[in-house]
């Protein structure tokens, strides 16, 4: 019996210390996964399209979080210039705008897509909420390809 005994602790022996050795190691893949990327500071991006020209500044810090300005300059419209401020999470910009237009400040929510060096507009359906323009549904988004602004050198 006591044969039984040493050999069942002996085989939970070696079981704990190999479910240990398998926790080492996963932990430090999710530290490095889980890592803090460095800040990318300021980028500037914009389109031009014939006399239409949508400028963006972002200042993007290490959590992700982003600031910065968003001008649309449409061809024989009012000009709308504002701050946005939101986050980045994988590769989609969610930010609120806060502008100005014909005198009238307003707020609403716009979206950017990540892609090699530059930012897709995305548009959906809106709804207004506590004073503010919201996407519907998140789920939803497009993103055109037309509406790509690219990195420029900020000024």
């Known amino acids: 019996m006591k044969k039984i005994i040493a ?3 002996i ?3 070696v079981l704990v210390s190999c479910k240990k050795n398998e926790s080492e190691e996963i932990v430090p893949n999710t530290v490095e996964s889980g890592e803090v990327k460095e800040s ?3 980028q500037c991006f914009e389109l031009v399209v014939n006399n239409d020209t949508i400028a963006m500044t972002l200042n993007t810090n290490s959590h992700n979080e982003v600031n910065g300005e968003l001008v649309y300059k449409i061809y ?3 000009k709308n210039e504002g701050t946005i401020i939101g986050n980045i999470k994988g590769d989609t910009l969610i930010a609120d705008y806060t502008f100005k237009s014909e005198g009238v400040s307003s707020v609403r ?3 950017f897509l990540k892609k090699a ?3 897709i507009e995305g548009y959906g359906d809106l709804i207004e909420t506590n004073g503010k323009m919201t996407f519907k549904d998140k789920k939803l ?3 055109d390809s037309k ?3 690219s990195k420029v050198d900020c000024k």
């Open 141 to 143: 988004l497009k993103f």
């Open 117 to 119: 060096g530059t930012f």
């Open 7 to 9: 050999i069942i602790s």
């Open 147 to 149: 509406m790509t602004l």
């Open 76 to 78: 024989e419209k009012d």
């Open 11 to 13: 085989f939970t022996l």
């Open 40 to 42: 990318v500071g300021k």
């Open 109 to 111: 929510e716009v979206a």
